[in-house]
């Protein structure tokens, strides 16, 4: 089946503690992107990446990482999380050659940091 | 950058009638594309409908339609025959492959359908 796997669904915990929200599509996707969903706000980009090695910053990146080096795997990596961050966080990826592409999106990650 | 404005934060609807969801967006491209995705409460993110914006003809799909009026930049979405399954938060989203590879949404109606 085809799908973008984020995991963990759930995850709480405390200020500082390094963590990573693992993402995997296993559609070929060249283009890959995380969003976090906040209350009267919408989705917000956080990064993106077009293709393996290439990384770009959306309009949230502070406070986040990610890398690619694989072009079925984009993780989301919090170093030193804060209680700001606490949000739902999607995975989205996407055909980029066809030109009307929509986004895929994983099932969510709903982050607790306290 | 483009922005997407979604003016109606909350909407209710009787089972079976129409309802009409507002988006308005602002973009200075020229070759750009938009969206409705469907939330619902298990929080799993569908996309219900697109639109190229070279097109002139509204999208359609099922009981899904979208009224695209692009000198207004402006992009509802029309649910007919409304079902207790709409039920769910609606995202207005658009991208663009000419500069940057963003994309952008509203910030959400929550539609209610009340049997």
């Known amino acids: 089946e085809a799908q973008v796997t984020q995991n963990p669904r759930y995850l709480i915990t405390v200020t500082g503690k390094k963590l990573t929200v693992t993402c995997s599509q296993n559609m070929n996707h060249e283009y890959m992107s995380w969003y976090r969903q906040d209350p009267g706000l919408g989705l917000r980009q956080i990064y993106y990446s077009m293709n393996v090695e290439v990384t770009d910053k959306g309009d949230v990146p502070e406070g986040y990482k990610v890398s690619r080096k694989e072009k079925r795997n984009f993780p989301l990596i919090l170093e030193s999380p804060s209680p700001n961050q606490t949000s739902l966080y999607f995975c989205a990826s996407s055909p980029w050659d066809r030109r009307n592409s929509p986004l895929h999106f994983g099932n969510g990650t709903r982050l607790t940091v306290t | 950058a483009q922005t997407v404005t979604q003016s109606q934060p909350e909407m209710s609807v009787q089972e079976a009638e129409t309802v009409t969801l507002s988006c308005t967006y602002d973009t200075s491209e020229s070759n750009y594309y938009l969206f409705w995705y469907k939330q619902p409460p298990s929080r799993q993110m569908i996309l219900v409908i697109r639109?190229?914006?070279?097109?002139?003809q509204n999208a359609t799909e099922n009981r899904f339609s979208v009224n695209f009026q692009k000198a207004a930049k402006s992009f509802s979405l029309k649910i007919s025959d409304s079902q207790l399954g709409d039920t769910a938060m609606y995202f207005c989203a658009s991208t663009s492959r000419d500069t940057g590879n963003q994309f952008y949404f509203g910030t959400g109606t929550s539609l209610t359908v009340i049997p």
């Open positions: 639109q190229e914006a070279y097109k002139q």
